[in-house]
């Protein structure tokens, strides 16, 4: 099993920035791709970034030029750098990993993001 607790979720006002950390502990070992998904009020889940292994990452076009997902393997530990942050930025930004011998993956509990205009 993997563990995952994100931190660095605030309120911040339009335009500021924000990052947004996720360890992993556990079974690391077996840990492929990492990623950030996000849920407001009313509204699906969506995928924010992700990043594997190998470093290779893909961006929702709704964040692009504005996120930076990065993986400091050493630590265990996904980032997320939120820059240019808007109102619709607002929800709760959950972390996730899928792992060699359990595909779907692990959450962590999530960490609420509030952007204020």
């Known amino acids: 099993q993997v563990q995952l607790v994100e931190s660095g979720g605030a309120l911040v006002q339009a335009g500021g920035s924000l990052r947004l950390s996720c360890a992993a502990s556990?079974?690391?070992?077996?840990?492929?791709?990492m990623g950030w998904y996000r849920q407001a009020p009313g509204k699906q889940r969506e995928l924010v970034a992700v990043i594997n292994s190998g470093g290779r990452t893909h961006y929702a076009d709704s964040v692009k030029g504005r996120f930076t997902i990065s993986r400091d393997n050493a630590k265990n530990t996904v980032y997320l750098q939120m820059n240019s942050l808007k109102p619709e930025d607002t929800a709760v930004y959950r972390c996730h990993c899928s792992t060699t011998y359990y595909p779907d993956g692990y959450w962590g509990q999530g960490t609420q993001v509030t952007v204020s205009s």
């Open positions: 556990g079974s690391i070992f077996s840990i492929n791709t």
